[in-house]
């Protein structure tokens, strides 16, 4: 069946560092692949998704690669912020939308100290 | 618009007691879903339902069972609840292209 592996946590990291969050895949044909953000307290909210082979989703500063020769969709930030920290998860779906069934990764925490 | 909502925020429980947790949405979508996230396991899915009148069963559904009441209201029932049920549970509901999830039930049962 589908799965999705990331990288384990938590990852520490000062102001301003580069971040990379890991992503690998296993489904069949051609998923759609998400990350999704959840703050303390808070369910979880889409931060950016993509659909085919080598497209690129971003939003808020974040990107990730859809790459499927690796089977990748690393999450990456140039300069991370303190507002950053937060639990973040590669997700996938088997069709072209995102609004079925989701396979999710375990979650990788985020936090970002000063 | 409140978007997805979820009751109690927190619950206890003994095991062996009974409860339902609601879940509703202000968004018109058809699909609807439950999860539960435990630590170092991700989400797992419980149920979903695709359109009002149906439901299935996703990853863990033992122990469990829904009601998709009408287009705006799924919910959760624990019948006789257990200790591997403490998790934290989140309902979600979905576009084509997105979900979108409440806020997450906080439930354990001692």
């Known amino acids: 069946g589908d799965s999705v592996t990331q990288m384990e946590g938590p990852v520490t990291l000062s102001e301003e560092a580069f971040l990379t969050i890991n992503c690998t895949y296993t489904a069949t044909g051609y998923p759609s692949l998400f990350w999704y953000v959840q703050y303390p307290g808070e369910g979880l909210q889409l931060l950016l998704k993509?659909?085919?082979?080598?497209d690129k989703g971003s939003n808020k500063g974040f990107e990730a690669t859809y790459r499927k020769e690796t089977t990748s969709f690393h999450l990456e930030k140039g300069s991370v912020q303190v507002s950053d920290s937060a639990v973040y998860f590669c997700a996938l779906s088997p069709f072209e939308g995102g609004g079925n069934k989701l396979t999710f990764g375990t979650g990788t925490q985020l936090k970002v100290e000063l | 618009n409140a978007g997805v909502t979820q009751t109690p925020k927190f619950q206890v429980l003994k095991t062996g007691q009974s409860m339902t947790l609601q879940c509703a949405q202000d968004?018109?979508?058809?699909?609807m879903y439950w999860y539960r996230q435990d630590p170092g396991m991700g989400l797992r899915l419980i149920y979903y339902?695709?359109?009002?009148?149906?439901?299935d069963k996703g990853e863990v559904p033992n122990g469990y069972n829904v009601s998709r009441l009408n287009k705006r209201e799924f919910s959760l029932r624990l019948e006789s609840a257990a200790p591997s049920q403490t998790s934290v549970y989140f309902c979600a509901s979905s576009t084509y292209n997105e979900q979108f999830f409440g806020p997450g039930t906080r439930l354990t049962v001692l």
């Open positions: 968004m018109n979508h058809n699909s």
């Open positions: 339902s695709a359109s009002e009148g149906t439901t």
């Open positions: 993509a659909t085919k082979a080598d």
